[in-house]
T-cell receptor
Framework: EPEVTQTPSHQVTQMGQEVILRCVPI?????FYWYRQILGQKVEFLVS????????KSEIFDDQFSVERPDGSNFTLKIRSTKLEDSAMYFC?????????????FGEGSWLTVV | AQSVTQPDIHITVSEGASLELRCNYS??????LFWYVQSPGQGLQLLLK??????LVQGIKGFEAEFKRSQSSFNLRKPSVHWSDAAEYFC??????????FGTGTKLQVIP
């Protein structure tokens, strides 16, 4: 079964450093997402992306965050200057369509630890 | 705004016993509901989903869930729990938008 893949699985970074998390969505999917889960808390929506632009973002997704689809297969999340509170599991997800009735498939996640 | 409540933070059941995990949602129109499972350090695996039609939906690993509009609930059930079912379970809702809203999760512990 096709799956969403994410790299790295775990990254430790110093506060203030830039981090790029990478994702390869399922090949025929058109909508891409990033969610995050702070340890012990619920999964939270960050941003959705379609047709090479952000279609929706949450209040968490501030100017420190950016997303990009640099080529036909990758979808990246960049955190420009990491803070301690950015430590979380970041999930990439994709779906065929963005509107109701379509399943969103999640990757295994990337653990980000900011020290 | 859509929201999901999972009232049980932690549930412990004996292996072989039945299981019911509660989920209540808030959404003004027809919701689209999901249950995901997350093993420690792992990603989110879709167990089952409700979009329309039969209100009792079957999922993987022997799980089922029933959508009850009158109660705004989508409880997850399994007739006989296995030790490998120990994980965290998340109920989620989307209402026709791209954003999926998750509940806070229920951690399931299975004892011999």
């Amino acid at each position: 079964e096709p799956e969403v893949t994410q790299t790295p699985s775990h990254q430790v970074t110093q506060m203030g450093q830039e981090v790029i998390l990478r994702c390869v969505p399922i090949s025929n999917h058109l909508y891409f997402y990033w969610y995050r889960q702070i340890l012990g808390q619920k999964v939270e929506f960050l941003v959705s992306f379609y047709n090479n632009e952000i279609s929706e973002k949450s209040e968490i997704f501030d100017d420190q965050f950016s997303v990009e689809r640099p080529d036909g297969s990758n979808f990246t999340l960049k955190i420009r200057s990491t803070k301690l509170e950015d430590s979380a599991m970041y999930f990439c997800a994709s779906s065929v369509k963005g509107f109701s009735g379509n399943t969103i498939y999640f990757g295994e996640g990337s653990w980000l630890t900011v020290v | 705004a859509q929201s999901v409540t999972q009232p049980d933070i932690h549930i412990t059941v004996s292996e072989g016993a039945s299981l019911e995990l509660r989920c209540n949602y808030s959404y003004g129109a027809t919701p689209y509901l999901f249950w995901y499972v997350q093993s420690p350090g792992q990603g989110l695996q879709l167990l089952l989903k409700y979009f329309s039609g039969d209100t009792l939906v079957q999922g993987i690993k022997g799980f089922e869930a029933e959508f009850k509009r009158s109660q705004s609930s989508f409880n997850l059930r399994k007739p006989s729990v296995h030790w490998s079912d120990a994980a965290e379970y998340f109920c989620a809702v989307t209402g026709g938008y791209q954003k999926v809203t998750f509940g806070t999760g229920t951690k399931l512990q299975v004892i011999p």
